[in-house]
């Protein structure tokens, strides 16, 4: 599975931005595609994730503020991302995950100044 990453860029503090993230090469039917995130010095941490059932999970830092979405059809995941905050700030890297089979993304940088 290849993933390849869209979005990202540099915003003020409030303001919106949008990812997405196409997958190709082989297909699992059953599969979750989300986002991470990794700051300066930090751990990566998961942002959302959604099933192919459709059901997601938030960070509780991003609740509220951000929705994951994602098109079967065509195998991609969308982050739509509002009220960013500058400790938003971090390269944001696609996930897909699939019976015990982890793949990763390029990272896109997302920084929010205030």
């Known amino acids: 599975v290849q993933l390849q990453a869209f979005g990202g860029g540099l915003v003020q503090a409030g303001q919106s931005l949008a990812l997405s993230c196409a997958a190709s090469?082989?297909?699992?039917?059953?599969?979750?595609m989300g986002w991470y995130r990794q700051a300066p010095g930090k751990q990566r941490e998961l942002v959302a994730e959604v099933n192919s059932g459709g059901s997601a999970n938030y960070a509780d830092s991003v609740k509220g503020r951000f929705t994951i979405s994602r098109d079967n059809a065509k195998t991609v995941v969308y982050l739509q991302m509002n009220s960013l905050k500058p400790e938003d700030t971090a390269v944001y890297y696609c996930?897909?995950?699939?019976?015990?089979?982890?793949?990763w993304g390029q990272g896109t940088q997302v920084t929010v100044s205030s």
């Open positions: 090469g082989r297909a699992f039917s059953i599969n979750t």
């Open positions: 996930n897909y995950r699939t019976q015990g089979a982890i793949y």
